[in-house]
């Protein structure tokens, strides 16, 4: 069979036959692993391509006889348009990703077949029924918690014609799931709250083919500490760089961080979402610990690796004053990059239900769901509030003066290598920001 595998992209940043300019902002396209893996599962009988809509023109008119789209879901609805087109031209399309796995009912209205979970098993499945016409509805890839992944490598052959147009197309992951419970988050609802980790050999043998600099792609690359320490060991032979994401509990190991450095990390992203323990709470994250960010935020960029904070506002406990009382955080915490979030209850997870409970959903389109926008009733602001507040804070952390000074800064304490990706990151955020015309105000003045 002629294959196609899709990754559809947003509107703003959509490149088109009529657009066919890629938008600059290349440090935020990297990998498409869900695509280059199951690239790399199917049987090689078949041929394969990719298309990534953020990056290439997706072609409706193309001889294909199996369509595969990957899809999160602020992408949803263009998925559904995709698939819509294919299938009026008799096409099978088959989606997979998170949210047909969180929303399998919704996602198999639209489409031929849905993939719930992981590709492994289940994609080899699909491809013999359609083979053979009988095909199901919904095929169910969920490895059991406790196995190891055997996944084969990504074929990251199919993006090379287009590597120039992302950071990087280098990405591996060692693990998947995450053994924490935070409500809003759908990795822990995806994977039931449990986490597997590929075997070591696996993973360097992977890491032997990748060029020196990659990324890590895991939700929390120390989610097994002893694991963790076993990997980095079997790295540092290997004289790689990478930059990843973990929980701030990497600062408490005097082991691991120093490890972790010697094995190539030069900058992390963490999920510090709020200065608030309350907030911390009420969304099951207790074990950041905000009363210790500040020792061991330090800890980590002594060793010289950079830091990227996730950051949340429209917590149960966020009033107006928050957006400049973060900003002011962000700075005495020497942040070197922010990626802000606005609270989104995606489908699926807990937040969703406890929001919806009590009927403070206010929008149910999907590609509003992107973190951008404000789609609930908050507690202690009002929407508009909260979108003006996250915007202005954004733009305020991203002004061409404090990017210079977080420069120096980040050079002074953590080193060239964090000081040159940081800056790219905040040129990068800062070149979409003022392309999305994010600007805001601060609504507690
Ligand atoms: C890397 C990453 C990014 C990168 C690049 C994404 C990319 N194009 O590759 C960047 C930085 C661009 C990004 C951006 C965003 N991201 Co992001 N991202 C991730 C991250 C950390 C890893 C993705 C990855 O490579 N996974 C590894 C692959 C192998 O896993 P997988 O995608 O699950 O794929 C497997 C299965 O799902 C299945 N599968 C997947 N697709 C398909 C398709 C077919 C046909 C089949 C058969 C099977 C199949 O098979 C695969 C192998 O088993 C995930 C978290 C995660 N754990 O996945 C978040 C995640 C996907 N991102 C998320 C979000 C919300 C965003 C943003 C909207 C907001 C933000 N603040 O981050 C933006 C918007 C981007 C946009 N509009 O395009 C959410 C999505 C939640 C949801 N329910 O929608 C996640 C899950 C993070 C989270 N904690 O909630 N992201």
């Not at 193309?62 to 096409?91: C, H």
């Not at 029924?129 to 169910?140: F, I, S």
Request: proline residues 5%.
């Amino acid at each position: 069979m002629r294959i196609l595998l899709v990754l559809p992209a947003g509107e703003n940043v959509r490149v088109t036959s009529e657009r066919p300019e890629v938008p600059k902002r290349a440090m935020l396209r990297f990998s498409v692993l869900s695509l280059t893996i199951v690239a790399a599962l199917t049987p090689r009988r078949h041929e394969v391509r990719i298309v990534d809509e953020n990056v290439e023109p997706l072609d409706f008119e193309s001889e294909v006889d199996l369509v595969g789209i990957t899809f999160m879901t602020a992408l949803a609805p263009r998925a559904y348009e995709i698939a819509r087109r294919f299938r009026a031209r008799g096409k099978f399309v088959v989606g997979g990703g998170f949210h047909p796995t969180l929303c399998p009912a919704e996602a198999a209205e639209h489409l031929d077949a849905v993939v719930v979970g992981d590709a492994e098993g289940a994609w080899e499945r699909l491809l013999q029924d359609v083979e053979a016409g009988q095909a199901r509805k919904v095929y169910v890839g969920k490895a059991c918690p406790a196995e190891d992944i055997r996944t084969p490598i990504p074929r990251r052959d199919l993006l090379a014609p287009r590597a120039k147009q992302y950071v990087t197309i280098n990405a591996v992951q060692t693990g998947r799931g995450c053994q924490h419970a935070c409500r809003y988050c759908s990795v822990t609802a995806f994977h039931e709250q449990s986490y597997r980790q590929r075997p070591i050999v696996d993973v360097i043998a992977e890491l032997r083919g990748v060029p020196r600099d990659f990324i890590f792609v895991d939700d929390n690359i120390v989610r097994s500490p002893q694991y963790a320490r076993e990997l980095f060991q079997e790295m540092l032979p290997l004289r790689k760089r990478w930059v990843g994401q973990c929980s701030i509990e990497i600062a408490d190991d005097a082991e691991l961080l120093p490890l972790a450095h010697d094995a190539g990390c030069r900058g992390l992203f963490i999920g510090i979402e709020t200065a608030n323990q309350d907030n911390l709470a009420s969304v099951g994250k207790q074990f950041n610990d905000s009363g210790h960010y500040r020792e061991r935020l330090r800890r980590i960029r002594r060793q010289g690796i950079g830091v990227v904070a996730g950051m949340i506002v429209g917590l149960d406990q966020d009033e107006p004053g928050i957006f400049e009382s973060c900003l002011r955080f962000l700075q005495r915490q020497r942040i070197d990059a922010l990626q802000l979030n606005i609270l989104t209850p995606l489908p699926g997870t807990p937040l969703f239900h406890d929001i919806e409970r009590t009927g403070r959903i206010t929008d149910c389109q999907w590609d509003h769901y992107d973190f951008r926008h404000v789609v609930f009733r908050p507690r202690r602001m009002t929407a508009v509030q909260l979108q003006e507040g996250a915007n202005w804070l954004y733009s305020q952390f991203y002004r061409a003066d404090r990017i210079l000074v977080r420069f120096l800064r980040t050079l002074w304490t953590c080193g060239w290598i964090p000081a040159l990706l940081g800056l790219r990151l905040n040129l990068t955020y800062r070149y979409d920001n003022r392309r999305e015309r994010i600007r805001g105000r601060n609504p507690a003045l």
